[in-house]
C-alpha cells in the first residue's frame, strides 16, 4: 500500500515537472516564435518609391525621373527614365537588416498620416510611396519640390522618409549621379522586369 502511493506521488511529481517545464519552455518560446513571425513578414515585405518627371522643373536632370521596388531580403530593383544618371533597368543588393528595420519604422510613422495626392500631372516633383506587408497595402503621395519652382519642399516627415530610403538604396548615386556613382554601377546587373514604367 504504501509502495503504491510511493509511485503515485512520484508519477505526480513527475507529471508536474513535465508541465512546469513546458510551461517554461512556451514562456521563452513564444516571444521568439512571435519574433520570427514578424521578422518573416517583414522579409517577404515589398516598398515601392517613383519619382514622376518634373514638368515644371528647368530641366529634366533637376528632377531625374525613376522608381525602385526594394524588397526585405535586400533585393532592389531600379529602373532610371528621363534625366537620370544611369538609365534602364538593374538589380543590386542593399542591406537586408537595415531594409527590414526601415520597413518597421515606416510602418507605424507619421508619413501615412496625411494623404497626398502623386502624379506627374498633378503635382510637379511629386513622388509615391507604396509598402506592402503581408496582406496590407499601404500609398501615399509625397511632394519633393514646391509646385511650378525648383525649390525644395521643407516638409520634416515627408524628407526624413524619403532622404532615409534614398540613403539606403543608394538611389541618388543612379538616379542624380555623387561620388559613390561608380562604386555602386560595380555591384548592379542588367534587369528585365514585367513592366517598364518609363
Known amino acids: 500500500m504504501l509502495k503504491a502511493k510511493a509511485t503515485a506521488i512520484k508519477r505526480l511529481v513527475l507529471w508536474g515537472a513535465l508541465v512546469a517545464g513546458a510551461a517554461a519552455l512556451f ?28 514638368t515644371t522643373m528647368t530641366t529634366a536632370a533637376d528632377c531625374p525621373s525613376y522608381r525602385i521596388d526594394a524588397f526585405g531580403d535586400g533585393t532592389v530593383v531600379y529602373q532610371g527614365g528621363a ?47 507604396t509598402l506592402h506587408v503581408k496582406k496590407e497595402v499601404r500609398r ?41 556613382t561608380e562604386e555602386v554601377k560595380r555591384h548592379i546587373r542588367p534587369f528585365k522586369p514585367k513592366k517598364n514604367t518609363f
Open 140 to 180: 501615399n503621395g509625397c511632394l519633393k519640390w514646391k509646385p511650378g519652382s525648383d525649390q525644395a519642399m521643407d516638409d520634416a516627415s515627408v524628407s526624413d522618409s524619403v532622404a532615409q530610403l534614398e540613403a539606403l538604396t543608394r538611389v541618388n548615386s543612379l538616379a542624380r549621379g555623387d561620388a559613390g
Open 27 to 54: 514562456g521563452f518560446a513564444a516571444p521568439a516564435w512571435q519574433t520570427w513571425r514578424e521578422d518573416a513578414a517583414l522579409r517577404d515585405a515589398h516598398i515601392s518609391y517613383v519619382q514622376f518627371p518634373c
Open 83 to 129: 534625366g537620370t544618371k544611369v538609365q534602364g533597368s538593374y538589380i543590386y543588393r542593399v542591406s537586408d537588416e537595415d531594409l527590414r528595420a526601415y520597413i518597421r519604422d515606416l510602418q507605424v510613422s507619421s508619413f501615412w498620416s496625411q494623404a497626398m495626392p502623386a502624379g506627374p500631372n498633378r503635382i510637379g516633383g511629386s513622388c509615391l510611396i
